[in-house]
């Protein structure tokens, strides 16, 4: 349940990539927050220039026996899947890690039959159904650099997995205004572990003691970096907004 209580008077930063930080920011601007908007992550094109992913996805189209799921693990690997699609009918089955990663592929007509209740690698796990008697093929697109968790427990349950690089996560450029008023914040958002490696490293010892995060992933690591944690619930951005609001009704 959102908790109605204003944030005028806070600072937030979002540090989520540029493009994908809007409806964050919106949200805690319209609650009144002041907002330093620092993506922390880029995202790029795979050193290969997406070949693999592009061929994999092509052979799967051509032969419905080469793999029986393709699985998507975040809104960007979805959005490449989606283009290189091309609205072409992919036989097999689609799963997303969660709803807002279902939304590009659901966006351009297609149909994800897995999404689990936990929007996290280990909550797709739990309801990942097993492999048929005579064995299963998994396509897993992700980032370049991302958890084991997923492909390794595809094969610990017996699917044979093919992991493609969908996209990269590369560090952009901060201006120095950015900087300043980021460190001077009073709470940070995470949304990816990534973010909270990248934002410790450029922003140094000066940085906001509090850190509201989107999952135990980020949550964790957070944690681990020394930040006071608050983690969404649920794990959302609506989910992250509540347990901002939640953190400025406790006293901040």
Known sequence: MTISVSLAGKTVVVTRAAGQAGSLADALIDRGATVVEMPVVAIAEPLDQGLALASAIDAIIADSSVNDWLVVTSPNGARRVAELLLGRQIPGRLAAVGPKTAEPLRAAGYSVELVPGRAVAEGLLEDFPAPPPEGGR????????????????????????????????????????????????????????????????????????????????????ARAAGYQVIEADPHSVAGLVDAVECWAANGA
Do not use: K, Q
């Not at 370049?144 to 699917?159: F, I, K, N, S």
């Not at 992991?163 to 900087?179: C, G, K, S």
């Not at 990816?192 to 690591?221: D, K, L, N, Q, W």
């Open 138 to 221: 998994v396509l897993l697109a992700r980032a370049e650099l991302a958890r084991d968790v997923l492909p390794d427990g595809l094969r610990a349950a017996g699917w044979e997995v093919d992991v493609v690089v969908a996209y990269r996560n590369v560090e952009p450029m901060v201006e120095p205004d950015v900087l300043l008023a980021a460190r001077d914040a009073d709470l940070v958002t995470f949304t990816s572990e990534s973010t909270v490696r990248r934002f410790s490293a450029i922003v140094g010892g000066h940085r906001p003691a509090a850190a509201a995060c989107i999952g135990p992933i980020s949550a964790a690591a």
